[in-house]
């Protein structure tokens, strides 16, 4: 909600600080942020009532004013996920508030009411934080948060080198260089040796493409840096477990089960669900600040298999958990089991049966899973790891 309308600075006046320390002890209070580059605007409301109304700079201890005179009090605060991350999140708890985040899919919207500024953005996240018509996110933990991160750089710098590849390939087009005979395709070892070797005859010519190829090969060397550091991840304790059950399943590497292990961080009951639910029995809650990313992610992670993405889970779950547990066999309620533990371990041998056996034969018919509907003769997830 930052961006439209951003007013100047307001700080809290005297009369509305002395309201807020009136208040009884236990008296909830509730806090909407609505955040921007330029100014955060914080409404505080309680019982149906706006106490106070203000702008701030966009730093956390501009928060410390309001917060001050609610000491007593329970003070519960809401933001909308966004590109401010979860510092805010983390400071509000240091500091005793019940942060909340929200997505702002599910925020509420007045119909009819074309008017929108920051202010009465904050106004309305109060309000309806206070009537209970918010929906949380799950919040991931700092390491988790920095887990994803590198999955995610790893796929900052595929695209940059996808990227350097294209304009190579555009050059080498625009003026007619052909590759010799007996190099039959483009970036594999061959291709590349005489790619570093080609001198052109025209200087200008010739800086321009070394301008290319450096950008090539150091967006190359950055992939497989970031590879190697994401297969030591990929065994890493926390991880090493639930990669490995993963893996057990059609069309999913290391790389495709570690993607899934880090973005996908509550494994709930029935299918796994982006962010989680606040509360035992809420019910699915919405994703978090980075649900477009999530989503583009897993899709670019399972790309290699066609029309397998996230719908793995929940259809091989579908058709599986019947037939396996007729069979005494585990299925994937076991697999999720495993897979939320805190541990990560994988269970005892002989406890988890070779799914890819028993997927073959199970899922053959299965439209979204199988690749023969485009005629291709490629397994589920070939190619995933040269991705």
């Known amino acids: 909600m930052g961006g439209a309308g951003t007013s100047g600075e307001r700080r809290p006046d005297v009369k509305a600080t002395a309201t807020l320390a009136r208040l009884e002890p236990g008296t909830g209070v509730f806090l909407g942020i609505d955040l921007s580059k ?50 805010l999140h983390d400071w509000l708890v240091a500091h005793g508030v019940d942060s909340r985040v929200c997505s702002p899919a599910h925020v509420p919207v007045e119909v009819g009411n074309r008017l929108k500024t920051d202010r009465r953005d904050s106004l309305k996240l109060a309000m309806t934080l206070e009537a209970g018509l918010l929906r949380p996110i799950a919040i991931p933990t700092p390491q988790q948060r920095a887990d994803r991160e590198l999955v995610r750089q790893r796929e900052r710098v595929v695209r940059r080198r996808r990227s350097a590849m294209a304009q190579i390939r555009g050059f080498l087009l625009t003026y007619s260089i052909v590759p010799p005979v007996g190099r039959p395709g483009p970036w594999n070892p061959s291709f590349v040796g005489w790619l570093s070797a080609l001198e052109l005859e025209d200087p200008i010519l010739q800086a321009s493409l070394d301008s290319l190829r450096r950008n090539f090969f150091e967006a190359d060397h950055h992939l497989a840096e970031h590879t190697l550091l994401l297969r030591r991840l990929a065994q890493a304790p926390r991880h090493g477990g639930r990669v490995a059950l993963l893996e057990t399943a059609p069309g999913f590497g290391w790389l495709t089960a570690l993607t899934f292990t880090v973005e996908i961080f509550d494994w709930c009951s029935g299918p796994p669900r982006f962010g989680g639910p606040v509360r035992p029995g809420s019910g699915p809650r919405s994703a978090g600040p980075e649900w477009g990313s999530q989503r583009k992610a897993i899709r670019r992670a399972v790309r290699g298999a066609r029309e397998c993405h996230s719908e793995i889970l929940v259809s091989a779950r579908e058709r599986t958990s019947a037939s396996l547990a007729a069979d005494k066999l585990v299925g994937f309620d076991e697999l999720r089991h495993a897979l939320e533990s805190d541990d990560g371990e994988m269970p005892a041998p002989g406890v988890v049966p070779n799914f890819d056996l028993e997927f073959d034969s199970r899922l053959a018919s299965d439209e979204n899973l199988r690749c023969g509907a485009s005629g291709s003769t490629r397994p589920p997830g070939a190619g995933l790891e040269t991705w």
């Not at 914080?42 to 917060?67: I, M």
């Open 38 to 87: 330029a100014f955060w605007n914080v409404t505080v409301h309680s019982h149906g009532a706006t106490l106070a109304a203000f702008a701030c700079p966009p730093r956390p201890e501009s928060l410390l004013p309001v917060l001050a005179p609610l000491e007593t009090c329970r003070v519960t605060s809401v933001y909308e996920a966004g590109p401010f991350g979860y510092g």
